[in-house]
C-alpha cells in the first residue's frame, strides 16, 4: 500500500535539519505517494520548491502565511507570482488568517485577498489557514470562491457545511485522534468522504501515539484509521479515497 497522500507539510522546517533528504527518500519509497509541501514566505517557498524539484512525488505551495505577513508582503508577491510559474507549484498556499497572533487583522486580510486574486487569476487552488478566524475566512471564501482546501479545519460542522458547499475541500490531520477531537470527529461524521484531504501540518501535530513528537507523512496512517473508525471503512479505503482527492484539488497525476 503506497497511498498517503500528504496535502500539507513543512519539511522546510528546521527540525528536519539533520536528516531530511534520508526521511524523504524513506518516505517515498515506503508508503508515501504525494507531499505538497507549503511556503510560508518567499524563503520558505522557494525552498519548498527546491524539494519539489529533487522529489517526483513532491510539489510546493508558494505564499505568504498570516503569522508571517508585514509591510512588505504585498510588494512580495510579484516573487510569488513568478515562484507560482514554475511547473512544480500545485498551490497559492499557505495564506489565511490568523487572529491568535498579533499581526495587524486589516494587514493579514489585505495580504490574503491579495493572494486569493493571484491564484484565481493562476487557476491555482488555495491552502487556506484558519485560526480563530471562522467568520472572516468564511467571509472572504465567499467573496473570492477560490479552489482548495481549508487546513487543519477547526471549525463547526455548520462552517464545513458552507466550505463543501464552496466546493472546498476539508483538511484533517493528527488532531483528529486527539481525545478531545469531539470537534473534528462531528465534521467528520457530517461531510462526504469526498471533500476530505488528508494532512501532517509536520513537524507539529503529530497524531496518537506519537502526539508531542515530531510529526511525519508516514504517521498519516494512524490518522486514517482513526478516520476510518468515525466512517465505518478500513484505513486503506480511507487512504485511497483521500489520495483521488488530493491529486483532484491540486491537479496531480
Ligand atoms: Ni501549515
Not at 128 to 138: K, M, N, Q, S, Y
Not at 222 to 243: F, Y
Request: aromatic share 8%.
Amino acid at each position: 500500500m503506497k497511498d498517503i497522500f500528504d496535502t500539507h507539510a513543512h519539511y522546510d522546517d528546521s527540525a528536519f535539519d539533520g536528516d531530511r533528504y534520508e526521511l524523504l527518500d524513506r518516505l517515498f519509497s515506503d508508503t508515501v505517494c504525494g507531499i505538497v509541501n507549503q511556503g510560508t514566505t518567499v524563503a520558505t517557498s522557494r525552498f519548498s520548491l527546491e524539494l519539489a524539484h529533487r522529489y517526483d512525488n513532491m510539489y510546493a505551495a508558494v505564499g505568504i502565511h498570516p503569522e508571517c505577513a508585514d509591510e512588505n508582503s504585498l510588494s512580495q508577491l510579484s516573487i510569488i507570482k513568478e515562484l507560482a510559474a514554475d511547473k512544480k507549484t500545485a498551490a497559492i498556499g499557505e495564506i489565511g488568517l490568523d487572529y491568535y497572533y498579533d499581526v495587524p487583522k486589516d494587514l493579514q486580510k489585505a495580504v490574503f485577498e491579495a493572494q486569493l486574486e493571484l491564484a484565481n487569476e493562476l487557476s491555482l487552488p488555495v491552502t487556506v489557514h484558519d485560526r480563530e478566524a471562522h467568520g472572516d475566512i468564511l467571509e472572504i471564501l465567499k467573496k473570492h470562491k477560490p479552489k482548495g482546501i481549508v487546513h487543519c479545519f477547526s471549525g463547526s460542522r455548520e462552517m464545513a457545511a458552507e466550505i463543501v458547499k464552496l466546493g472546498m475541500y476539508i483538511g484533517m490531520g493528527g488532531v483528529v485522534t486527539f481525545k478531545n477531537a469531539r470537534k473534528a470527529v462531528e465534521v467528520i461524521k457530517d461531510i462526504p468522504l469526498e471533500a476530505l484531504v488528508l494532512e501532517t501540518d509536520c513537524p507539529y501535530l503529530a497524531p496518537v501515539p506519537y502526539r508531542g513528537k515530531r510529526n511525519d507523512s508516514g504517521l498519516i496512517i494512524n490518522t486514517a484509521e482513526s478516520i476510518a473508525q468515525i466512517k465505518g471503512m478500513t484505513a486503506e479505503e480511507i487512504l485511497r479515497i483521500t489520495r483521488r482527492n488530493a491529486e483532484k484539488v491540486y491537479n496531480i497525476g
